[in-house]
């Protein structure tokens, strides 16, 4: 079962729009479910020439393809500590966020891009406040 918190989106000290709580999340809670747009490898190229450059996930076994997450889930900045994990499911085109911490209500709802929360390898971006 899907646990929806209060989400919403605010501008956020990280840079452009992030995802918040409304109320406090338990570690290890279920925050989203996302469903996602998949396009295929030769989209790609296109994407990297829009605005949808700065939301989309790389998808598949062999990350060839690309995803748009609906939802508040192309939302979510960027943490090297992040307090929440997102788990891409291929088969069923989607991609779940959990909680990595307790999540106070008003704080700002993170994911390390990476993929792994401990994975402190440098982003093919500039993080603002890094």
């Known amino acids: 079962m899907q646990r929806v918190p209060s989400l919403y989106f605010a501008e956020s000290p990280l840079g452009g729009r992030g995802v918040f709580t409304a109320e406090a999340i338990p570690q290890g809670s279920l925050i989203e479910i996302c469903p996602v747009v998949v396009c295929p490898p030769e989209d790609l190229p296109a ?3 829009t605005k949808l450059h700065d939301y ?3 998808w598949g076994e062999d990350q060839q393809e690309c995803a748009i997450a609906l939802g508040f889930g192309s939302l979510y900045n960027h943490a090297f500590d992040p307090n929440a994990l997102y788990i891409s499911d291929f088969e069923n085109g989607i991609i779940s966020f959990y ?4 999540i106070a209500a008003g704080e700002e709802i993170t994911v390390n891009y990476n993929g792994d929360p401990e994975d402190l390898q440098p982003l093919w971006f500039d ?3 890094s």
């Open 47 to 49: 994407i990297h020439n």
């Open 56 to 58: 989309y996930f790389l």
């Open 99 to 102: 909680s990595l911490r307790d």
């Open 127 to 129: 993080p603002v406040g």
